[in-house]
């Protein structure tokens, strides 16, 4: 599996999320982004904009949280959220910004678990940053419903402290 990885620094982001709690292997995520899609369409909004990003932002690690208590934010973030209000099982929330190790991985959504294993065990020791104890989440650059699975594109965030110097 071929993960690439970046220090990046972001803005907090204002989001459209729908709030689901459980085991994070065993949630209807595309029934989530359909409630998503309801909202949007009911207020006569694009399902799609320039500037939108599609996020799912975990709140509980697994390994230490009973799986039913883990909860997750399924999320877009883009500009027109700022003439929004809640309903129809939507909030508005703020994802907040800060300093991230950003990990990229192409192919299917059933590897992310390799993936976190392989990020948690080897790649962020060795990457000499401290993460934070904050909500991480996955940022998905493709449309699954259009993109072969092979060539899928997630990138994962996870909070760090500011960095004083990475050489990678």
Not at 24 to 35: F, M, V
Not at 98 to 125: C, D, H, R, T
Request: charged share 25%; glycine share 8%; aromatic share 10%.
């Amino acid at each position: 599996m071929n993960i690439q990885q970046r220090i990046e620094a972001r803005h907090d982001a204002l989001a459209i999320c729908y709030r689901m709690t459980g085991d994070y292997a065993k949630l209807d995520y595309r029934s989530a982004w359909g409630k998503i899609a309801n909202y949007c369409e009911k207020r006569g909004l694009p399902t799609e904009c320039a500037d939108a990003e599609y996020i799912n932002v975990y709140y509980d690690d697994p390994e230490t949280t009973p799986a039913e208590q883990c909860s997750v934010d399924v999320c877009v973030a883009a500009d027109v959220v700022k003439t929004l209000s809640p309903g129809d099982g939507i909030d508005i929330r703020t994802i907040e910004g800060g300093n991230f190790i950003v990990f990229l991985l192409k192919g299917p959504y059933e590897q992310l678990g390799e993936a976190y294993g392989q990020i948690y065990s080897k790649l962020l020791p060795e990457a000499g940053v401290k993460p934070l104890q904050k909500p991480m989440f996955e940022r998905y650059l493709n449309d699954p419903g259009t993109t072969n699975c092979e060539n899928l594109l997630t990138e994962i965030w996870i909070p760090i402290e500011k960095p004083s110097k990475i050489d990678w």
